[in-house]
């Protein structure tokens, strides 16, 4: 009898913990690091050297980062392989968000491929980051995101993947409270629900309006927002004490 990979308690569980904590607390991060790009290059800039000049910051990647990722990526891909949606049997709400869920899963694994090769490793040819890649050149990170999203299809690329990756994320916590029994009752789980998409449509905001800001001044918001924001920024160096 063929396993069902589904149905793997151990694997199912670590699958869920992978997706909430490391990755979740991943996706947070980058999103406050990107939207820094509303108030220039060199806001941005200075927010993408401060994380190369994080101690251990090879660690944190590979085991913080991409082993979390790569389980959840193929598990995940292994989960929707076994899937059996009813959405069309049975047209309730629950049941299509199962489908976003696989759907965005799967589209996020080729998505957060081609992401990390591009933008991470230069690894793309024809692009502005092939053999020129955002880490280790903070000083030039914003121009070189600039320079990619003034292609409109790789902007719209990125655009849906911020969507797909809130949408996944956000109603993979209310998943995860469900399953853990940290949401019970219907009236709970439901009031979760409602919040989980409330935070999708939050964080698809957020992401929208950072990718904007790459070809955009302040993405979304009006110019005078972020000129504001970055005038509070500035300190003058204090006179010299006199002795």
């Not at 063929?2 to 997706?19: E, Y």
């Not at 820094?36 to 806001?43: D, H, K, L, V």
């Not at 019970?184 to 957020?206: H, P, R, T």
């Amino acid at each position: 009898m063929a396993i069902k990979f589904s149905n793997t308690f151990l694997l199912r569980k670590l699958h869920q913990l992978t997706g909430v904590v490391p990755l979740g607390a991943f996706f947070f991060v980058h999103m406050y690091t990107n939207s820094a790009a509303m108030n220039g290059a060199r806001s941005f800039n200075k927010h993408v050297q401060d994380i190369h000049d994080m101690p251990y910051l090879i660690f944190i990647e590979v085991f913080g980062i991409f082993i979390p990722l790569l389980f959840h990526s193929i598990y995940g891909v292994l989960i929707s392989a076994e899937a059996r949606a009813n959405a069309v049997n049975y047209s309730y709400g629950r049941n299509w968000f199962y489908i976003f869920q696989r759907v965005t899963g799967i589209f996020l694994f080729f998505f957060l491929l081609f992401h990390i090769l591009n933008l991470r490793f230069g690894l793309i040819p024809g692009l502005e980051s092939f053999g020129n890649p955002v880490a280790g050149n903070g000083g030039r990170a914003f121009d070189i995101v600039a320079t990619e999203f003034k292609h409109i299809a790789i902007l719209i690329f990125y655009i849906f993947g911020v969507i797909a990756t809130a949408w996944h994320l956000a109603y993979g916590f209310w998943l995860f409270a469900v399953d853990w029994g940290i949401v019970i009752g219907e009236k709970a789980q439901k009031i979760g629900l409602y919040a989980s998409i409330g935070l999708a449509a939050f964080l698809s905001a957020v992401g929208i309006n950072a990718a904007i800001s790459f070809v955009d001044p302040c993405g979304l918001f009006p110019a005078s927002f972020c000129e504001a924001a970055e005038k509070n920024k500035i300190i003058e160096p204090e006179a010299p004490r006199k002795f």
